[in-house]
């Protein structure tokens, strides 16, 4: 009776250890054979390049210092990429498609499937050297009326009539003339007045002035420098002339700056590459990407398949 109850032990013990070694299996099978689908969240991880081999992106932390391109606090970890979600190009998308976990490949994705091409009417083209009006007239109304809520947002509540008072952030001085239901005042401004301060970039002085109108005329000398307020670099006076100021816009290093434009979704901010050559200032806001026919190396780390089953390297 012993012997047979350790032959039925015994067994037991063949048929579990049959059916752990065929869970085994299956597991190794399903990880083996686990492509990467539409529908799959996939983990990967990437190396872009250009086509002269410069790295601009990866998600590999030595590769990035080694690049010159390391970012403290940034993240280094696999992309993950829901596949039919269109939340990369097309091409990178397209190219985990099959491929399973620790597959590596290299993919190379031409501008229509990257970041499309360049668009000639996204770029301007300013030359260094550049002549602006040494006078500008602008319409100009003497006295305005806006209403009180708007007086008060600006300038505040504590004032009357015959108060002479500053414009914010504006060397210009107004006097209030009416106060009602809405606010009259008028500009303080005369012939031979000379404006400075506040955002101006230069002394300006007022040559004709009327009722609608204004001229000013940009009081600037040979060799002054120039800031403008919405430029990373800086500009030399070469010339000024009674017609003429000619502005020698000097180079500075490759840089993005953010401009904003009016889209159907409200102001925005849009990077523009600039870029100074020999004899033009180039501002780019196509995507720097733009253009350029990308390589990227890549390797699946994990595939969680649509039905959430989850496969990966242990």
Not at 43 to 51: E, F, I, N, R, S
Not at 127 to 139: G, H, K, R, S, V
Not at 255 to 283: K, R, S
Request: glycine content about 8%.
């Amino acid at each position: 009776m012993k012997a047979e109850n350790g032959e039925i032990k015994y067994y037991i013990g063949i048929v579990a250890l049959a059916a752990i070694l065929v869970g085994v299996l299956f597991i190794t099978s399903t990880q083996s054979s686990a492509v990467v689908e539409l529908g799959d969240t996939v983990q990967v991880d990437y190396t872009g390049k250009l086509p002269d081999g410069t790295v601009f992106d990866t998600s590999d932390p030595e590769v990035a210092k080694s690049a010159g391109l390391y970012q403290e606090g940034r993240p280094y970890k696999p992309l993950s990429v829901v596949m039919g979600a269109q939340s990369v190009i097309k091409g990178f998308e397209e190219g985990l498609l099959g491929m399973k976990v620790g597959e590596s490949r290299t993919l190379t994705i031409a501008p229509e499937d990257g970041y499309g091409p360049s668009d000639p009417t996204k770029i301007d083209v300013i030359p260094q050297l550049n002549d602006i009006p040494a006078t500008e007239t602008f319409e100009f109304e003497r006295e305005i009326n806006i209403s009180v809520i708007q007086f008060n947002m600006t300038f505040g509540t504590d004032y009357e009539v015959g108060d002479i008072i500053p414009i914010p952030d504006s060397p210009i001085n107004i006097t209030i003339l009416e106060i009602g239901e809405t606010v009259k005042f008028s500009y303080n401004m005369e012939v031979g007045d000379r404006i400075e301060g506040g955002d101006t970039m230069w002394v300006d002085e007022v040559i004709e002035l009327n009722s609608t109108h204004i001229s000013m005329k940009h009081d600037v000398e040979v060799g002054d420098i120039i800031q403008f307020p919405d430029r990373p670099w800086n500009s030399t006076v070469l010339e000024v002339t009674e017609t003429n100021i000619t502005l020698q816009h000097n180079p500075i290093p490759d840089t993005t700056i953010y401009t904003t434009v009016q889209t159907m979704f409200g102001p925005q901010q849009v990077p523009v590459q600039v870029h100074f050559n020999e004899t033009h200032i180039i501002q780019d806001k196509n995507h720097f990407l733009a253009g350029k026919t990308l390589t990227f190396e890549v390797e699946v780390v994990a595939i969680e398949k649509a039905s959430t089953e989850s496969v990966g390297i242990e």
